[in-house]
């Protein structure tokens, strides 16, 4: 059963699941498909058919397992989530968070997995005022999967950069790596941020690395994290000293191909191409960048000095 506030927006649901647990009597375990209506940290209440005013309860002691059936709201929610929609997904998640809380004690509930997503949707929208705001009331600790509970070990660096406190932010993306093995998923998190950190700090060669850390940390199912470390890479490259001087220098007797600035700029003329071909996913390359583009070798004027050789040769 749900119950609907103004705004249709789900505020209570009963959960379908199955409870397995042990008959007091036979002591054999048995299965009972049920619709939950709350727990608390001694016992589930439920109700065995949906229509049913009546209540019944089991102690958690007798309980071997819970499991979920996935409820309509929160799979709505995760084709929204899955197709990019993250503003709609959020609102979904919330009203799916806000219906099933009266479960959040227990293990895998949907309350609890739909506030994690709601988390993930302020991630990637780069919301973070509102991903503090959430995370200051989120209670973990019936979330399931390994690697969403490590994900929240991660968010304490995104709320560095919230704070753009550059120096805590290098100090704490070194601590964090260095605690575990990361996925690749949360491995391109924190170079992301550690290259803005270091960007910050003006550290531009090493916030390079760390921007194509992020970009190579999981290429292929952090798309939309990639595509922001390639421009954060390009934004680094054309603010560079050396190669604001590479590009006055592009084409004249002066210019230096071994410079660091010359190579940079190389580096930015072959990320912006690789935007175009596919990394870019079809969106277009920012006109920002775009002018890098001109900096092709294959574009590149003759010096004057060999001008005048070919015309005297001539």
Known sequence: MLLFASGAKVIAADAMGVIIYTEPVSKQEDVLKVWMTAASTTQIEYKTTPQSLNRSRIKRSAVKSVYFFEPPVFKEAMDLYESRDYAGAREKFAA??????????????????????????????????????????????TLEREHQRNQLEVYPVWDAVRTKSWPRLDALVREVLAEKKWIGE???QLKYCHGLALEGLGRDTDALIAFNGAFTADYTASEELTQKAALACLRVIKGNDEVRLAIQLWG???????????????????????????????QPLPAEFASLLRYKEDNKPKPEAEEKADEEGA
């Not at 302020?122 to 200051?136: P, Q, S």
């Open 252 to 282: 004249t007797e002066d210019e230096d191909p071994n410079s660091t600035g010359y190579f940079l700029l190389q580096e930015g003329v072959a990320l912006c191409g690789l935007w175009k071909k596919s990394l870019g996913g079809g």
């Open 96 to 141: 799916c968070k806000k219906a099933y809380e009266t479960l959040d004690e227990i293990r895998g509930n949907y309350s609890v997995l739909a506030g994690f997503y709601e988390l993930e949707t302020c991630r990637k929208l780069e919301d973070l005022e509102g991903l503090k705001k959430l995370l200051d009331v989120y209670q973990a600790d």
């Open 186 to 188: 949360h491995l391109a």
